[in-house]
């Protein structure tokens, strides 16, 4: 079975950064997609950064210039780097990824990671 487990969340400072890590488990055959997602209090979950395989990254407008998706294809790692924090960033960040396990397609979300941003 694969699963997501993000790390890297906490406090940060106005202005300040944060790296996150979406780390995988479970025998995979192909990562298709690598997202970043997020969640604030009372709002909708927004798609925050993603890529598919063999493709360029995407932002949301939002983040663009500031957060920086990448991956480490080794370690089936997605990570978002997140520069000049901003307090509307504050929530819970979670990643996505499509996959192939087992010859399946199968989409897998990580629990969750709180960012807050606040002095």
């Known amino acids: 079975q694969v699963q997501l487990v993000e790390s890297g969340g906490g406090l940060v400072q106005p202005g300040g950064s944060l790296t996150l890590s979406c780390a995988t488990s479970?025998?995979?055959?192909?990562?298709?997609?690598m997202g970043w997602y997020r969640q604030a209090p009372g709002k909708q979950r927004e798609l925050v950064a993603d890529f598919t395989f063999g493709g360029s990254p995407k932002y949301a407008d939002d983040v663009k210039g500031r957060f920086t998706i990448s991956r480490d294809n080794a370690k089936n790692t997605a990570y978002l780097q997140m520069n000049s924090l901003k307090p509307e960033d504050t929530a819970v960040y979670y990643c996505?990824?499509?996959?192939?396990?087992?010859?399946?397609?199968?989409?897998?979300w990580g629990q969750g990671t709180l960012v807050t941003v606040s002095s």
């Open positions: 996505n990824f499509a996959v192939i396990t087992g010859g399946r397609y199968l989409e897998v």
């Open positions: 479970g025998s995979i055959n192909l990562i298709n997609r």
